[in-house]
């Protein structure tokens, strides 16, 4: 016990007021916290602090050097006849005889006025460690991150800790606390090149585990997984200001382009992207500029209004929207309606976006609910009375997961011998399509594309048009986007675009482009 000693000595010497430093109760990202005390999103992390000697270390380090984070990975200890069998113990070298428990290692630690990083290594040790967390909460004054490796990587020999018990467990028994989440680590040589990155697949597992957490998140990811997925990256930290990413490299980390990256760190979630490199790519990192024009996507989530109602299926369901685009899961149990008010006749109004279609694996082998799979665009007179996912009337647009298109006019009161009531096309089935939709208030025109998912360009053109019935009140009408099918297939829509602009707008925005080149 002469460890334990030593350090409480030390922590008594060096303890700071008790009214300065982190309080315990905020619920804010882990970026808010660290602001201060990271290099450009460069984060020092103590590493593996799991016995006395290293404690002793950690207060012993210049101050230069002083770590802002301090970790410590727990496993429940199995042996019988050991007298912590049910204990969860930091997992330490097997060469150091003093191991120590969770508990001791949680009462010293939170001396240190650091941020506390706990990995939780097993699922077995997540009940445990929260308890512990819960009992010790009024004593916690610094910001707690708890991490698990919930998603599984390819080649992996880990095993991922239980997601739903981690979420669910974390936010019964502290709630305060930031959530840490992340893959199973494996030897990154053995791994393919298509699986270093985290494919839209991977996000769409991430969005159903977040969609209803409330607590702040932080997503880890190695540095390889990273450069090859900056588009997803972006996405998760456009959903919310509270998600942050994390990421961390050992030295067999391989990059051959950083371009990616420093687009992602120059971009509007910049400060919300922390880095825990090995030495040799953090300082590469420190040489790269950062960029002064970055591309935005044209989807605004402030023009849309999302509808979500209630499901009575486990699974996630809903819209996840982000900054990059809007995500369907699980069931069609939701839509988003455009607060864009309809032009009049004769102005048109359109609806452009990139769709990208994500199956689930190890869904049914039946191939006919796949025709019935898709995206919807409806188009209604009014908006008032939806009561439910299902939108009678006025014109249904559909794209599908096997390729067919479709405009169906649904108002069969409106319809006379001199209209068609559907009208359909069929593209090339791919997981990537562009589509733009036009209305032009007495006919609607849709133009699809197939797309190619790794660089967007546009391949197979189709267009289908319907004549439509005119409108009394002779207003457009209204927009919703919706997902049709089971949870089978997931969808991503990237760059919405509801343009309701009349023609006198686009005459003013082509007169003052005219006038500014000629005096330019």
């Not at 970790?71 to 330490?92: C, F, T, W």
């Not at 708890?146 to 880990?158: C, D, K, M, Q, T």
Request: a positive charge; glycine letters at 4%.
């Amino acid at each position: 016990m002469l460890h334990q000693l030593a350090l409480t000595l030390f922590a008594l010497f060096f303890r700071i007021s008790i009214n300065a430093g982190y309080r315990t109760g905020a619920r804010i990202s882990t970026v808010d916290i660290w602001r201060n005390e990271t290099d450009n999103g460069n984060v020092i992390i103590a590493h593996g602090i799991n016995s006395w000697p290293a404690l002793l270390e950690q207060l012993n380090e210049p101050i230069l050097e002083r770590s802002a984070v301090i970790e410590g990975d727990v496993l429940l200890y199995k042996q019988r006849k050991h007298r912590n069998r049910a204990i969860p113990l930091m997992s330490a070298p097997s060469k150091i005889a003093d191991r120590i428990t969770f508990k001791e290692w949680l009462r010293e630690v939170s001396k240190l006025r650091k941020v506390i990083k706990i990995n939780v290594r097993s699922t077995e040790a997540v009940r445990p460690v929260l308890q512990y967390l819960f009992a010790a909460s009024d004593e916690i004054t610094s910001p707690v991150v708890l991490h698990a490796n919930v998603f599984r990587s390819p080649r992996s020999i880990e095993a991922a800790v239980d997601a739903a018990e981690f979420v669910d467990g974390a936010k019964k028994y502290f709630p305060e606390a930031t959530l840490s989440i992340g893959w199973t680590k494996n030897n990154i040589s053995e791994v393919t090149l298509p699986q270093r990155r985290i494919g839209w697949r991977e996000l769409f597992q991430v969005l159903a585990l977040i969609k209803d957490v409330e607590q702040s998140l932080m997503i880890s990811t190695r540095l390889t997984i990273a450069a090859h997925s900056t588009d997803e990256l972006s996405f998760i930290l456009g959903v919310r200001p509270a998600i942050s990413v994390l990421v961390w490299s050992d030295e067999s980390d391989m990059v051959d382009s950083w371009t990616s990256l420093i687009e992602l760190r120059s971009g509007p979630h910049s400060k919300r992207l922390i880095f825990d490199l090995h030495p040799k790519h953090r300082a590469i990192l420190k040489t790269l500029p950062y960029i002064l024009t970055v591309s935005e996507s044209e989807y605004d989530r402030y023009l849309w209004r999302r509808v979500e109602f209630p499901s009575a299926s486990v699974v996630p369901s809903g819209i996840v929207d982000s900054t990059d685009g809007v995500a369907f899961l699980g069931w069609p149990n939701s839509f988003l309606i455009s607060l864009l008010q309809p032009p009049t006749l004769p102005n048109v109004q359109s609806i452009s976006a990139q769709l990208t279609f994500v199956r689930k694996r190890n869904v049914r082998r039946d191939e006919d609910w796949i025709d019935k799979s898709g995206l919807a665009i409806y188009l209604p007179e009014k908006v008032l009375d939806i009561q439910s996912p299902e939108i009678d009337g006025g014109i249904k647009v559909f794209i599908g997961y096997n390729g067919r298109i479709s405009i169906e006019n649904r108002d069969r009161d409106l319809l006379d011998q001199y209209y068609q009531s559907r009208t359909t096309g069929q593209l090339q089935r791919a997981d990537c399509y562009a589509f733009e939709l036009v209305d032009r208030g007495w006919h609607v025109k849709l133009v699809a594309w197939i797309r190619r998912c790794d660089d967007d360009a546009l391949y197979g053109r189709t267009e289908i048009t319907l004549e439509t019935p005119m409108l009394r009140s002779r207003q457009l009408r209204n927009v919703i986007v919706s997902k049709r099918g089971d949870m089978g297939v997931d969808l991503l829509l990237q760059n919405l675009k509801h343009n309701s602009a009349s023609k006198h707008s686009y005459i003013t925005a082509f007169m003052l482009l005219l006038i500014t080149r000629l005096f330019s």
